[in-house]
């Protein structure tokens, strides 16, 4: 049984909200909760649980979806190689600011009653850190700059002390590792997502777009096994999560490879000087868009609600600004999996996005995601920028696609229409993923429409029914025939809602 539309109050953005989950969110009255309070996306962070827990919520986010009768796509985020501290005493190891430090490599404990020479689970750290190269314990908050090393061990001086615990992070921002990108856990949870229809894969310690065509290679592999190579649902999106210098350096190449980015400001704030991360967080966006990828924004957006019922202003700000600066969707972490209040941090999100969308909208077409839109265009890229301007000509308050396969909705998302776009498709995998994209409003289909004029009825219907507009607003329709031909999106029409006389 579906519940009812959700009113004006619970209105969603074009904004999406991506809910990350944990235990905070096991009561599936939570989860509904999130859902009405308008995440539209949830993801399963496999740095933390076991397999069975993560069945067990995939379980309860689509038993919900099919209850709201709502798109609701599904990340798994892969941990990635972890580079760590060994087991340390109980107490830790106080390193004082000044002091040599011995780290060796590939061993999992600490000397006991060494205070000067710390574990590494890394074998060649001592190999390819190279003198002057910084060394950053548990996010930072202790560093150390390598001297010299005998292949075996790593001398370092301690420039920032502080106390090393058991399996903190050790980061290595300046040196070029031949650590591999995946693990052979990564691996396990591969073919685990591969199995359960996942919608979206996010990879951790991308560095190059070789990593991740690597990663598709493998992924599509298996896909063609399992379901047959001509198969239209068989590939399975990968985002790379852009978290390392050397990521954002050929941030070009995997945006070429890749389905879509994460910013993913923890572990590039570690590893690049903070006052870079907002600067750089705008040109990955940009950059995105430019090849008509999503974005994500992600870590530590409202922080502060893992524990206090309200955020601070600086993080209302920083949801703002991401917003601003035209990403697909804004991510809670441990504010929702872990944190005390999951359902009223994903409402935050919402009605900042909701403020935000409606100042770029009064901000007319000369501030929108329009701007970042490639000077030679693809075919739908076209037919998305002539949409664009028809739009802003009629000031249309909604439009229509069909899009089978999701490509279509891809590219108008992008356009710079801050209006809803309902996005039509037949396909249940396309149905889930659109959700990722800006202003897409992803609706399934049973039949594929035989004509125009059929699904201007079924659009008029929908529109209605949900409030995304009123009688009278005016309508872009873009679609071609057969529908559910991707290739076959050149049309673009001006409708009136209700009102099917109106199409040309």
Not at 195 to 217: K, P
Not at 431 to 446: Q, S
Request: glycine residues 6%; hydrophobic residues 40%.
């Amino acid at each position: 049984m579906h519940h009812e539309p959700l009113d004006s109050t619970t209105r969603k953005p074009l904004t999406k909200v991506l809910a990350t989950l944990g235990p905070a969110t096991d009561d599936p009255k939570v989860l509904r909760k999130l859902i009405e309070h308008g995440a539209t996306l949830f993801r399963l962070n496999f740095s933390h649980g076991e397999f069975n827990q993560h069945h067990a919520r995939l379980s309860a986010v689509r038993e919900a979806a099919e209850e709201f009768g709502l798109p609701i796509a599904v990340l798994a985020d892969l941990p990635g190689p972890k580079i760590r501290v060994g087991t340390t005493p109980t107490l830790g190891i106080m390193l004082e600011t000044g002091e040599d430090v011995l780290i060796r490599g590939g061993i999992k404990d600490c000397i006991p009653g060494d205070p000067t020479t710390i574990a590494c689970n890394y074998e060649r750290i001592a190999v390819e850190v190279d003198p002057g190269d910084r060394v950053l314990i548990n996010d930072g908050a202790v560093r150390l700059l390598a001297v010299v090393s005998d292949g075996e061990q790593l001398l370092c001086r301690v420039t920032h002390g502080g106390l090393v615990t058991s399996r903190k992070g050790l980061n290595l921002p300046d040196s070029d590792l031949t650590i591999p990108s995946t693990t052979d856990r990564d691996l396990e949870i591969v073919d685990w997502v591969l199995e359960h229809e996942i919608d979206y894969l996010a990879m951790s310690f991308v560095r190059t777009g070789e990593d991740v065509r690597s990663m598709h290679e493998r992924l599509n592999a298996a896909c063609s096994l399992k379901t047959g190579p001509d198969s239209p649902s068989t590939r399975l999106p990968l985002i790379a999560k852009i978290e390392t210098p050397q990521a954002v350096e050929n941030i070009e190449q995997i945006l070429d490879a890749a389905d879509g980015i994460m910013v993913a400001r923890g572990d590039l704030g570690v590893e690049i000087e903070l006052a870079r991360v907002p600067v750089i967080q705008k040109q990955l966006i940009r950059a995105a868009h430019a090849k008509g990828r999503p974005c994500i924004v992600a870590t530590q957006m409202l922080e502060s609600m893992i524990d206090s019922a309200t955020p601070t202003r600086a993080e209302v700000s920083d949801v703002a600004n991401a917003v601003y600066d035209d990403c697909d969707a804004v991510m809670l972490s441990g504010e929702t999996a872990v944190g005390k209040h999951p359902v009223l941090a994903v409402e935050v999100m919402r009605r900042v996005a909701l403020a935000t969308e409606e100042s770029l909208r009064e901000m007319g077409p000369d501030f929108s995601r329009h701007r970042h839109t490639s000077v030679q265009r693809t075919k739908l890229e076209t037919l998305a920028n002539g949409a664009w301007h028809m739009a802003h000509d009629i000031n249309a308050s909604i439009a229509v696609i069909w899009s089978q396969d999701g490509e279509l909705a891809r590219h108008i998302s992008r356009s710079g229409l801050h209006v809803p776009i309902v996005a039509f498709t037949s396909d249940p995998r396309a149905f889930r993923a659109m959700n990722l994209y800006y202003a897409i409003v992803p609706v399934l289909l049973d039949e594929v429409p035989q004509h125009r004029s059929g699904l201007a009825v079924i659009a008029d219907r929908v529109i209605l029914e949900r409030g995304l507009a009123d009688e009278g607003d005016q309508v872009i329709l873009l679609g071609g025939k057969p529908f559910d031909d991707p290739a076959s999106a050149n049309t673009v029409a001006l409708r009136t809602v209700g009102e099917m006389t109106h199409s040309v």
